[in-house]
């Protein structure tokens, strides 16, 4: 059980390594999901197109939302988001820093799908196999003598080889080729952009708008932390508050055992086990700690009503000052209090 603590402490405190694994892991996963995904193309004119576009736009959307409920941030993001102002205002900065850093960590595994589709092409053939230019790759003389619908019906089979019987308009391998080496094309484009785009957000934005990134790091990163001290004093005072709510109940419980409430061996048994000595004594400093825990809030409707102060009524971001921050983004109303100069004075001896 330690070791399970240990490793649950590891990771909280490395969350941000913790979650680029599972970032990684996922891209991982997706790339293998795709490579043991059975691809049918249904070589149906209209119906290759939607097929192709589900393959290539579901999958991708699953793992982006997976990545973002796999992210222990977006409770918070939406905490933040949707918590009355109170005595501390929300800065849009930080919210959308919170916001960019979970995406940025959620669009890895389906920028993995979507280039790994792209690559293979099976996808892309299935989509626009009707889109060939017969006239340039194929025989053009006999295109205008063909209906419409017959040669999509035809065009669209290309994907099935079992199925296909155009080789006399078109040549299948000629046709698989052609549409292959143009979804490689952009799949290999797509991985190009997606890598200067990463580097350009993750490396070049900084360095333009380095102030104003440095806040909302910090403050998001304050956020975090808050949110974590206050459920950890709170399990703290569970805890406590527990440990007293069954010393009490079991105090009562002996008390009307002493009295005569149950049978009579009880009693006596009772009486005897009090009579070796009273606890009461070494357990003093250990209630004094439990009340100490407590903090004066001692019944349920002061502790629901200090959880919601803390959710309605934050308390604002200046140390040691009852007037809230004014124009800083994260301050409430109120006139700020008299600032006090002190001057000191040096002297060589």
């Known amino acids: 059980m330690d070791k399970f603590r ?11 390594s913790f979650m680029n694994g599972i970032c990684g892991i996922m891209a991982l996963a997706s790339a293998q999901m795709y490579s043991a995904f ?19 736009l579901v999958p991708p959307l699953v793992l982006f939302l997976l990545g973002l409920v796999m992210n222990n941030n977006v409770s918070m993001l939406a905490e933040e988001w949707k ?37 293979d092409g099976k996808c892309f053939l299935c989509a626009f196999c009707t889109a060939v230019p017969v006239t340039t790759l194929g025989n053009g003389s ?38 292959r080496c143009i979804s490689q094309a952009l799949g290999w484009s797509f991985v ?10 993750r490396s070049v934005r900084p360095c333009f ?26 399990t703290e005072h569970a805890k406590a508050f527990a440990k007293v709510c069954i010393q009490q109940f079991f105090k009562a419980m002996r008390h009307d055992l002493e009295l005569g409430h149950t049978h009579g061996a009880l009693t006596a048994a009772t009486t005897a086990m009090s009579s070796t000595g ?7 400093a250990g209630a004094e700690e439990e009340q100490e825990k407590l903090r ?3 019944d349920q409707g002061t502790m629901n009503r200090l959880l919601t102060s803390w959710h309605e009524y934050k308390p604002p971001l200046r140390l040691g000052q009852d007037a809230p921050l004014m124009g800083n983004g994260w301050a409430g109303p109120g006139p700020r209090p008299p600032r006090k100069e002190v001057a000191t004075y040096f002297s060589k001896v």
Request: glycine content about 4%.
């Open 6 to 16: 240990m490793i649950f402490q590891f990771l909280q405190s490395n969350q941000e």
């Open 38 to 56: 059975d691809f049918n193309c249904p070589c149906l004119p209209g119906y290759n197109a939607v097929y192709s576009a589900g393959i290539l």
């Open 83 to 119: 918590r009355p102002a109170g005595r501390r205002a929300k800065d849009p900065a930080v919210l959308r820093y919170m916001f960019c850093s979970m995406a940025q960590r959620a669009l890895i595994a389906p920028v993995v799908w979507v280039a790994v589709t792209l690559l």
């Open 142 to 179: 006999l295109v205008p003598s063909l209906p419409v619908p017959e040669l999509a019906r035809l065009l669209a089979r290309v994907p099935c080889p079992e199925i296909y019987d155009g080789d006399w308009l078109l040549a299948r391998e000629v046709a698989v080729r052609y549409l």
């Open 192 to 201: 190009l952009l997606t890598t200067l785009l990463a580097f350009v957000v």
């Open 209 to 234: 708008t380095q102030a104003a990134f440095l806040k909302s790091k910090y403050w998001s990163h304050y956020i975090d932390i808050e949110r974590k001290l206050f459920d950890e004093t709170c």
């Open 278 to 284: 009273s606890p009461s004594d070494g357990a003093g």
């Open 296 to 298: 004066g809030i001692t």
